[in-house]
C-alpha cells in the first residue's frame, strides 16, 4: 500500500515536468541532427558507434520514463479531483486546515457531510493550532418550516405512488440538522477552550433551497460537488405511526463509482479552475442573497 502510493506521487510529481522535459530531448535530438547535417566534423562524430548506442539509451529511458509516468491507468485532467468515498474528503479537510486563515463553505441538508468529515481536522485544531489563526464557516441549510417535495410522503392513490410535503420528516430532518450543529458546536467549544487565541466564526443561514445538491467550497480554492441520492423507505414519527417516505440521502449516491467531483483553483487547466470559480461564486451568490432575505422568525 505504501509503495503504490509513494508510486503515484512519484507519477503526478514527474508527470507535471513531463511535458516540458520531452519537448527538451526533442528539440536537442532536433538541433543535433541538424547540426550534424551543417557541421562535417560533428556529423562524423554523430555517425559513430558511440553515438549510435548513447541514442539507442536515450530511446529506452524515454520509454521506460512514459511508462513510469503514465501507469495503468488513464491520463487524469488536471485539478479535477474524483472521490471515490466521502470519506476520501477528511484528507482534503486536514489539507484545508493547514492554512493561516481557514475559510469552509458548505450547502446541504442537515450538516452530516459536513461534520462527519470536518470533525478530524477540529480535532487536530483543538490539539495543535500548527499557525492557524482563524477558522470562518458558512453554512446554507433549506429551511424546514415550510412545505417541500422533499423529503416527500409517499401513499398510493388511484393505483399510482403519490409524493407530497411530509411535515412529519421534515420534524425528524430537523432532529438531525440540530444534532449536527451540536455537535460542531462542542467541536467549536474544544477549539476555543484550548487555543482561545484561534477565531472561530460560523454562521448557519436557512434559505429556500432543496436538499439536491451538496457543496462544499474549502479556503475559496477547491470546489467539491455532488448530488444526494433519492430512496424509498420508512419511518415510525413519535405517536408510532409509520410513514412511507421519499428521502435524499447524503451518503447513498454511488453511481459512476464516485462520490463527490471536486475543481481545483491552482489546477494547470483552464476548464477546472474556471469550474471552481464558478461553483465558489454561486456559493456566495446565495450567501448574500439569504442574508437579505430571510425566512419568516428568522
Known sequence: MGDSTVLQRLRTQVSRLKPGLVRGVLVLLCLSGVAAQLIEPL???L???????GSFAAFIALVLFDAI??????????GVIVLDELDDLTSHMREAFRAKHVKIDF???TMETLVQEIRPAMLDLARNPRGTKSLALRVILPCLDFPMNLPSELSMEDGHLRFRDSPADRERMRGYSERYRNEFDELVRRVRERHPSVRVDWQVLFGATGPQVKLIVLNDEISFFSFYDLVEGEFKDANGVLH???DPRAYGMTDGGLRMVGWSRR??????RRI??????????????????????G
Request: glycine content about 12%; charged content about 30%.
Open 43 to 45: 556529423g562524423d562524430a
Open 47 to 53: 555517425n559513430g558507434k558511440t553515438f549510435l548506442g
Open 69 to 78: 509516468t503514465s501507469g495503468d491507468r488513464p491520463r487524469e485532467i488536471s
Open 107 to 109: 450547502q446541504g441538508f
Open 244 to 246: 412511507q417516505i421519499l
Open 267 to 272: 489546477s494547470r487547466s483552464e476548464s477546472s
Open 276 to 297: 471552481a470559480d464558478y461553483y465558489a461564486s454561486y456559493f456566495d451568490r446565495l450567501w448574500e442573497i439569504f442574508e437579505r432575505i430571510r425566512p419568516p422568525g
